[in-house]
């Protein structure tokens, strides 16, 4: 269906341009010029229509039966330099539209899809164009406003994605970059690109990404290559393989760890054995998909193995969008705290150095720790744990109806609600058969110690999602591969240790202090004089900062879900007297809402 629209697109544009082509030749260059009617004057005509009271709002540009969404900042672009034509310079194709149509042929490369920014409409329009001018034939004026329009369009949407991810862009999320371009918008990097008449520079010098990103695209470019090549081989089931086994699979898991980079190609023989080097080679494959890298070919790392090259393309493709959004947006000279979901990590950096990391329990699949960034501001040694509303009325009520004695014997207490807190209420004055979640008298807390689910202090950021670090007397997870345990929030396994770090500096809080209050037997907040950005962050895929391919299991399945929503992007859609329009954010089936650009 798409295709299908967009060659419709491509006639309708090859139409437009050929209309006067066809009919120069026996009238002569300056015959057509007269006859023909400025760019400027076909794009305030496109405009006309538009109510110049809804230049923010979304328009529609509407030629016979097909219709495109374009960016909101179209109509204010063109109105703002009185419709003259951005990519054209007296009827010609000038060296931005050249720069910016070489940029948008590689645009796949970023994990992006060609089709939302017209790329295959322009190139065949722009080498019509071209050609019809090399032998001395003007091409008409509407059509030359129409590709003009797709040029600016295409940029803006593009700029838009860049600095908010495509997701993030549609549904007008606020940005605040750190990077060298401000708080500049699409419509502020188009301008600059006019002013500047080097699309490539600016782009260059715009663009929001560091070292990272652009590695990922290089990744990309490359399993794109393996995907064409036909990919890897499935490795079947089997037993076991140790070092000094010999398998008939091993011939194959030689030759897949040459095609994903862990193994040298000196490597790859018709061996059956299980070698040092393929172990060796084994164990970093391993470690790059978050399995524990003890050498063996097993039932976990055997499914990571034949997870098929399609799928790493998208994961790929998916992590990059991840990396358009804003709130991964982190800037190297600045310090700040990530939160690692899918790799169960913490880690702390300091200009752009990494100094401390430490495995953390996060959230289950049916209570998932959120994505977002907050900043860390004070401390609580020796925490309450106040018992959520849903725990206690499935797992608390039930137990303390069985025996309200549970309620003393577990360090629990009940605060009353109102205006003294510190009012405990007494266990023995409540009928606990009559009690219910509703009617409950007030705040279920556990008291600080050992027994506390929240450990001995907690690292407090603001945010919406009541979600935080703590520490845990539950040690033993953390020697699990896959910690998805917790109801949300974050367990870190060395609470001391960045306790220190963030308490660095502030005056009495030495070791021994800290130490003393982690243990103490009622709650003490603290405040950070250098409060830290912490960001929550979901990857499936990313370079570390070796230059080493990481992937992990979608443990919360948001890759489906992301890929669901960029399947929603900005695309064209019918009239409703043709075909079903797609289903987009951006487009809207009621022109009341939007205004049409209409083109006869």
């Known amino acids: 269906m798409a295709l299908a629209i967009w060659r419709k697109w491509i006639l309708l544009g090859m139409m437009m341009l050929f209309s006067v082509g066809l009919s120069a030749g026996g009238q002569g260059h300056a015959a057509v010029q007269t006859e023909s009617v400025s760019i400027g004057s076909q794009l305030q005509q496109m405009f006309e229509s538009f109510d110049s009271t809804r230049m923010a709002a979304s328009a529609v540009l509407q030629v016979e039966a097909a219709r495109l969404s374009l960016h909101k900042a179209v109509v204010p672009f063109y109105r703002q330099r009185a419709y003259r034509p951005a990519w054209f310079r007296d009827g010609r194709i000038s060296r931005e539209a050249r720069q910016w149509i070489e940029h ?12 939302d920014y017209h790329v295959e409409t322009l190139v065949t329009c722009l080498e019509s164009i071209r050609l019809l001018q090399s032998y ?4 008409e004026s509407i059509g030359l406003a129409l590709v003009d329009l797709l040029l600016t369009d295409a940029f803006l949407k593009y700029t838009s994605h860049l600095f908010a991810g495509r997701i993030a862009a549609h549904r007008a999320v606020p940005v605040v970059r750190h990077s060298n371009s401000g708080r500049l918008d699409a419509l502020g990097v188009l301008r ?32 794109r ?25 091993v011939p194959h898991l030689r030759r897949f760890l040459v095609l994903v980079g862990d193994l040298a190609q000196v490597h790859a023989s018709p061996s059956r054995l299980m070698d040092g080097a393929v172990v060796k080679a084994l164990k970093r494959f391993q470690a790059r998909h978050g399995l524990r890298p003890d050498g063996i070919l097993g039932e976990d790392t055997l499914e990571q193995i034949n997870v098929p090259v399609a799928r790493r393309v998208e994961q790929l493709n998916l992590n990059l969008e991840r990396e358009r959004q804003p709130d991964q947006d982190q800037d190297a000279n600045v310090r700040y705290l990530q939160v690692d979901i899918t790799d169960f990590t913490l880690k702390v950096v300091d200009g752009g150095r990494e100094i401390m990391r430490m495995p953390v329990v996060v959230g289950t699949s ?12 004070y401390l609580v040694f020796a925490p309450y744990w106040t018992v959520p509303p849903t725990i206690l009325e499935e797992d608390k009520l039930p137990l303390l109806r069985k025996d309200p004695s549970y309620l003393e014997s577990h360090h629990y207490e009940i605060v009353a609600w109102g205006k003294d807190p510190d009012r405990i209420i007494d266990a023995a004055t409540i009928d606990w058969k009559k009690m219910t979640a509703k009617n409950f008298p007030g705040m279920l ?13 907690k690292f407090m950021f603001p945010n919406a999602y009541h979600v935080y670090l703590h520490d845990t007397p539950a040690q033993y997870l953390f020697d699990k591969q896959r910690r998805t345990f917790s109801s949300g929030c974050i367990r870190i396994a060395r609470p001391l240790e960045l306790a220190l770090y963030l308490l660095k500096g502030q005056e009495g809080w030495t070791e021994e202090r800290i130490q003393k209050e982690m243990e103490g037997s009622k709650p003490y907040t603290v405040g950070l004089k250098r409060p830290i950005p912490v960001h929550i962050v979901y990857r499936t895929a990313w370079v570390d900062a070796q230059g080493r391919l990481q992937f992990r299991k979608d443990v919360y399945q948001r890759d489906p879900e992301l890929r669901a929503e960029l399947q929603q992007g900005p695309g064209i859609s019918r009239s409703v007297s043709g075909m079903t329009p797609r289903a987009a954010p951006d487009v809207f089936e009621d022109d009341a809402e939007i205004g049409v650009i209409g083109v006869r």
């Not at 948008?104 to 089709?115: C, N, T, Y």
């Not at 001395?136 to 091409?139: L, P």
């Not at 006019?194 to 600016?202: H, L």
């Not at 556990?446 to 027994?451: S, V």
Request: a positive charge; charged letters at 25%.
């Open 104 to 115: 948008l042929q590689g645009i796949a490369a970023e994990g992006l899809r060609p089709a």
């Open 136 to 139: 001395g034939a003007e091409c």
């Open 366 to 377: 049916f209570r998932r720790t959120p994505v977002f960034s907050a900043l860390m501001s």
């Open 225 to 249: 290559r393996l995907a064409y090549a036909g990919g890897w081989p499935v490795l079947p089931d089997g037993p076991a393989v140790r070092y000094g086994d010999r398998d008939a699979r």
């Open 192 to 223: 600059k690109a006019m002013r500047s008449r080097d699309v490539r520079a600016v782009l260059e010098e715009l663009l929001p990404y560091g070292e990272e990103y652009r590695r990922l695209t290089v990744y990309l470019a490359y399993y």
């Open 445 to 457: 807390r556990q008291k600080p110690g050992p027994w506390n689910p929240l450990g001995k202090v």
